[in-house]
């Protein structure tokens, strides 16, 4: 039989004509204003008719990296390009595989070829060309939305759009319903917005494609906050943190979130002595329960703080620089800092073990 055809090599611009995240000199408010993902650490969203945008939050260069799309209505997980190379913290701006190639044939999941050159210049963007058709996560009242100080995901504005089975729309009348459509796909529910009619993925077989494969099962949402505005000194929070420290928190969270998603965790964890916040000895289920509760969906705000060694709870989760430095340059947690800030954002107290260790074992000895 015929071969498959080849997925096309997408040709990024040179090293003198791409831009960085997290550039240094960058200024507070460029640095706060990115959200990213641990199941979409790789950010792909329409950007104009015939381009979409990339973002790699992934802080190394990752290779053979494969694209892949679905047409909302049409061809689903279509292998469309090939970055033989992706720089770490790296943002373009590409055009579409099949513009750029109107007459080639592409793959989907299948192997099987699949025309795109209808999609030529009918991708059309409304309302700021942001993400579209993210799964909705939770069960009978799912929801899409973003519980910071950004805007909208799906309207570009200042006020929340939830989308639920149960069509419960949103927190305020200002975002742009009548830019929103619901559709179910694969027996799940979604929804995007009109006008915008793909989805994008990645893929690839080496080691590290691999491993953020894995991520795609912890659904974090993640930026880095300016939580001293006001630079006041009255305050643990470390005044106008800067881009080094975005770029240290990349590397940090997804090592945290690849260490809880192993297989071999939850058997670890249930198998530790960890105590609740009455002391009491938990069971091998709750602990369980615990660790399924951090890999839900969640936001965490992340922080840089001074004086002390970290600060957590809720969503907000702050480490010192020297915990940041010392996990990406030496691959240690200096005493456990994170997990145990992590304890707090869980509803743990320093009377359980989920924070400090108790006779030395607890959640941030493993």
């Known amino acids: 039989p015929p071969s498959p055809p080849s997925t096309p090599e997408l040709a990024l611009p040179t090293l003198d004509n791409y831009t960085r995240i997290y550039r240094d000199g960058d200024s507070v408010a460029d640095t706060t204003s990115l959200t990213y993902r641990t199941d979409a650490i790789i950010r792909m969203a329409a950007k104009t008719n015939t381009t979409f945008e990339l973002i790699n939050f992934v802080p190394v260069d990752l290779e053979d990296v494969e694209i892949v799309m679905s047409f909302y209505g049409g061809p689903q997980n279509v ?5 033989d190379s ?25 192997g099987v070829a699949v025309d795109l050159a209808n999609y030529g210049s009918e ?16 069960n009978p009242a799912a929801r899409c939305r973003d519980d910071g100080d950004t805007p909208c995901d799906w309207c570009g504005g200042s006020d929340w759009f939830c989308c639920s089975a149960t069509r419960s729309y949103t927190s305020s ?8 459509v619901f559709y179910g796909a694969d027996g799940k529910h979604r929804c995007a917005k009109k006008g915008v009619h793909v989805s994008f993925d990645y893929r690839g077989t080496s080691t590290t494609m691999q491993r953020l494969e894995r991520l795609k099962s ?5 930026s880095l906050k300016d939580f001293d505005g006001s630079n006041s000194p009255n305050n643990n929070w470390r005044d106008d943190p800067e881009p080094m420290h975005a770029r240290l928190w990349t590397a940090l969270i997804l090592n945290v979130a690849f260490m809880y998603s192993h297989p071999d965790f939850a058997d670890r964890m249930a198998a530790e002595d960890i105590t609740d916040n009455q002391g009491v000895l938990m069971t091998a289920e709750k ?11 969640r936001r965490f705000n992340l922080g840089v703080v001074a004086r002390v060694s970290g600060l957590g709870g809720g969503s907000t989760l702050g480490v010192a620089e020297y915990v940041l430095n010392s996990d ?9 800092v994170t997990y145990h800030e992590l304890g707090h954002c869980l509803g ?7 924070t400090y260790p108790t006779n030395s074992a607890g959640f941030s000895k493993l």
């Not at 292998?79 to 970055?83: A, E, H, N, Y």
């Not at 743990?348 to 989920?354: D, G, P, T, W």
Request: contains cysteine; glycine residues 8%.
């Open 79 to 83: 292998s469309v390009g090939r970055i």
């Open 86 to 110: 992706l720089p770490a913290h790296a943002i373009f701006e590409l055009e579409y595989p099949f513009v750029t190639f109107p007459d080639r044939e592409f793959t989907d999941q299948d």
């Open 123 to 138: 991708i059309s963007i409304a309302f700021g060309g942001v993400r579209a058709g993210q799964e909705c996560r939770s």
């Open 173 to 180: 009348d200002n975002c742009h319903r009548e830019n929103v």
């Open 218 to 222: 912890v659904p974090w949402t993640l």
């Open 287 to 297: 602990k369980r329960s615990v660790l399924s509760k951090l890999l839900s969906p």
């Open 328 to 336: 990406f340059f030496y691959g240690q947690q200096r005493g456990g």
């Open 348 to 354: 743990y107290s320093h009377a359980s073990s989920m």
